[in-house]
């Protein structure tokens, strides 16, 4: 009977020993996992996916920061700028998508996604109604750019000198921001009808949206989860001069497939941008106790062309590229020179930094930067930094610029941000710990076989210490002669 306990024991451990190892080889419990993930990611009316994506939880904050000008007379007169930033200016980003309609059977999703923003002053600096900040006359140097060289040069400079408007302008954030009717734009308006006469560097985009999107809903494949294939009714872009530098690729960076491994490429459109732009595996960390792994955009992004030739497709006119770290957007802003980078030119030309006194760049302030769930392909924190600059230059036609030299002059930068909330990260830990659960089962039975092994090492020894200890007399034959 001993025996038998003792070989049933030591069978139980060897059978457990190697299932455990065999599941663990072949993946079976993350295979499990894996799919139930793949599965649960597609965009389906009444799922917990649907819901988030159509009404992101977390609430999103932009900042805004301002670069004042202190030495405008000097500039003017060749001198460097001296800029001092001053912000944050913080509004709540409300972003639900609205319109949705499921199409092709439920492998595509169209949207609009409107942004709405809240001033919300305990985050702030000051009062956006009130402060006043020196900075570029955009209107004045984007009129000044359209009008050089062509017949209504002499009228514009007419009507520079008429208002009395000078390279540097003082206005109120608020106005910056959402708008004011500027003079010389009203003029330019009567003749040019297309052209707004309210300025702003977010006119118009508060309680808007940026066109309709359609998205792969993740139906076909999980990798295509709410991958964009179409904007404002087209697949690709038009303001580039080469077809990769056109595509649409990627999602709009609020929500990515599952299963996310360190070695692929996160591909992101931004209509801010102009362009689709990729990010790529910068280190593994923690959010709210939950793995992550940080994604940053690669320094071939904005490289120069003699380290990404790729990058040659941005450069409109062809052969006209800033330099690495600034892109030239005014092909797709309505011809005004506006110039964008990281904050501070972070990552950008060392020149750039040089030309204006008051840049200082730093990695932990100014990184573009997503922390994304690698099982679920959550976004647990992130943020979106862009600096908005202007190409000043002198122009000889118009006084107004003097002896300006040719810079890459910075207005002001945002950072989006967003944190999940504890609800939805509570969530999340609970999926986390039902598949960690799962994926340990192997290990549960390895455990139960090691313990096994131990009860059978443990029987042998004290069956073979009990025949040890027997007496001289138990030993002796039962028949003697």
């Not at 404002?232 to 595509?247: Q, V």
């Not at 692929?264 to 931004?270: A, D, H, K, L, Q």
């Not at 990404?308 to 690495?324: E, H, L």
């Not at 976004?379 to 890459?408: C, D, S, W, Y």
């Amino acid at each position: 009977m001993k025996s038998l306990c003792l070989v049933t024991v030591g069978v139980l451990a060897m059978t457990l020993l190697i299932a455990s190892i065999s599941l663990l080889v072949a993946h079976v419990f993350q295979t499990v996992v894996d799919l139930q993930v793949k599965q649960g990611t597609v965009l389906k009316n009444g799922t917990e996916t649907f819901e988030a994506w159509e009404d992101p939880p977390p609430p999103v904050y932009m900042q805004f920061y301002f670069f004042n000008v202190t030495n405008p007379l000097e500039v003017i007169q060749g001198a460097t700028p001296l800029v001092e930033e001053i912000g944050p200016y913080t509004y709540r980003e409300y972003r639900p998508r609205v319109h949705v309609h499921f199409l092709d059977n439920g492998t595509k999703v169209s949207a609009l996604n409107p942004k709405t923003y809240v001033f919300e002053p305990q985050k702030s600096v000051g009062d956006p109604e009130v402060d006043l900040i020196r900075t570029i006359n955009i209107p004045a140097v984007t009129a000044m750019e359209w009008t050089r060289s062509t017949p209504l040069q002499f009228a514009t400079e007419l009507l520079l000198l008429l208002y009395q408007e000078s390279l540097f302008t003082v206005r109120s954030v608020h106005e910056l921001l959402w708008g004011y009717k500027d003079r010389l734009l009203s003029a330019i308006h009567i003749v040019h009808p297309e052209i707004d006469p309210v300025f702003g560097l977010f006119n118009k985009m508060n309680g808007t949206d940026d066109g309709e999107y359609v998205f792969l809903s993740g139906e076909t494949s999980y990798l295509n989860f709410s991958r964009i294939v179409e904007w404002k009714g087209k697949e690709s872009l038009s303001w580039w001069t080469t077809e990769a530098c056109n595509m649409i690729n990627g999602t709009d960076g609020t929500s990515f497939h599952p299963l996310i491994n360190k070695d692929e490429n996160i591909y992101i459109f931004s209509s801010d941008f102009c362009r689709s732009l990729f990010l790529v595996y910068d280190s593994s960390g923690a959010v709210e106790g939950i793995p992550t792994y940080r994604f940053v955009p690669s320094s071939m992004v904005f490289a120069n062309t003699t380290v990404n030739p790729d990058n040659a497709g941005f450069c409109v006119p062809p052969g006209n590229c800033p330099g690495t770290g600034v892109l030239n957007v005014s092909i797709c802003k309505q011809g005004a020179p506006i110039f964008l980078s990281a904050p501070h030119f972070y990552q950008a030309d060392q020149k750039f930094v040089e030309d204006i006194q008051g840049m200082h760049p730093r990695k932990e302030y100014h990184e573009t930067f997503l922390d994304i769930n690698p099982l679920t392909g959550l976004v647990l924190q992130a943020a979106k930094r862009m600096q908005i600059n202007v190409h000043v230059r002198k122009l000889p036609e118009f006084f107004e610029t003097g002896n300006v030299r040719t810079l890459v002059f910075p207005v002001m930068y945002i950072n989006e941000s967003v944190l999940m909330d504890e609800a939805s990260a509570s969530k999340l830990r609970h999926v986390l710990l039902e598949a960690n659960v799962v994926t340990g089962i192997p290990f549960v039975i390895m455990a139960l076989g090691i313990v096994f092994g131990a009860v059978f090492v443990v029987l042998v020894c004290r069956s073979r210490g009990i025949n040890e200890e027997s007496t001289e007399e138990e030993r002796s034959p039962l028949i003697r002669t």
